[in-house]
């Protein structure tokens, strides 16, 4: 069993550790937090391609799954207007560039702290982005089961 704490380290507890195990070394700290972003970046870019199924697939099927019904038709849209604001937020609050050389002149640990709020802030939107996505794909998914549901023999 390894003896390393579940507890997240604060933002200023990140700085420290980050200042340490770099040995203050500014260029590969903000390399690793670049890598940090990058993840959230890519990962908004699969939520977007999800989000743009699902837009793609509801101009073909959307009128037919309508038809089954209130239930098949509000199912849709809210499961279609869930899925278009997790994409909204994706691309605002996740791949909206921030350049963190726009900070004004200040110390290493500060430009840390920027880069990790600005991670954190990511990170959090990416978050609500993604359970919006699962639960508008949800939605989606049950208005196309009642389609299916609605031919059977």
């Given at each position: 069993?390894?003896?390393?704490?579940?507890?997240?380290?604060?933002?200023?507890?990140?700085?420290?550790?980050?200042?340490?195990?770099?040995?203050?070394?500014?260029?590969?700290?903000?390399?690793?937090?670049?890598?940090?972003?990058?993840?959230?970046?890519?990962?908004?870019?699969?939520?977007?391609?999800?989000?743009?199924?699902?837009?793609?697939?509801?101009?073909?099927?959307?009128?037919?799954?309508?038809?089954?019904?209130?239930?098949?038709?509000?199912?849709?849209?809210?499961?279609?207007?869930?899925?278009?604001?997790?994409?909204?937020?994706?691309?605002?609050?996740?791949?909206?560039?921030?350049w963190t050389t726009s900070l004004p002149p200040c110390s290493l640990a500060e430009s840390v702290r920027a880069a990790i709020d600005v991670r954190d802030l990511k990170t959090r939107n990416f978050d609500l982005a993604m359970?919006?996505?699962?639960?508008?794909?949800?939605?989606?998914?049950?208005?196309?089961?009642?389609?299916?549901?609605?031919?059977?023999?």
């Amino acid at each position: 069993m390894s003896n390393v704490p579940l507890t997240r380290a604060t933002p200023e507890q990140e700085v420290e550790h980050l200042l340490q195990l770099y040995d203050r070394d500014a260029a590969k700290i903000m390399s690793e937090l670049q890598s940090q972003l990058s993840i959230l970046a890519n990962r908004a870019q699969t939520l977007l391609s999800l989000a743009g199924i699902t837009i793609t697939v509801t101009g073909f099927s959307g009128a037919n799954i309508a038809r089954t019904g209130r239930v098949g038709a509000s199912l849709l849209v809210l499961g279609l207007v869930l899925v278009l604001v997790a994409a909204a937020i994706a691309m605002n609050g996740i791949l909206r560039v921030r350049w963190t050389t726009s900070l004004p002149p200040c110390s290493l640990a500060e430009s840390v702290r920027a880069a990790i709020d600005v991670r954190d802030l990511k990170t959090r939107n990416f978050d609500l982005a993604m359970t919006l996505l699962v639960v508008g794909l949800t939605l989606y998914v049950s208005s196309v089961a009642l389609l299916l549901l609605g031919n059977l023999p």
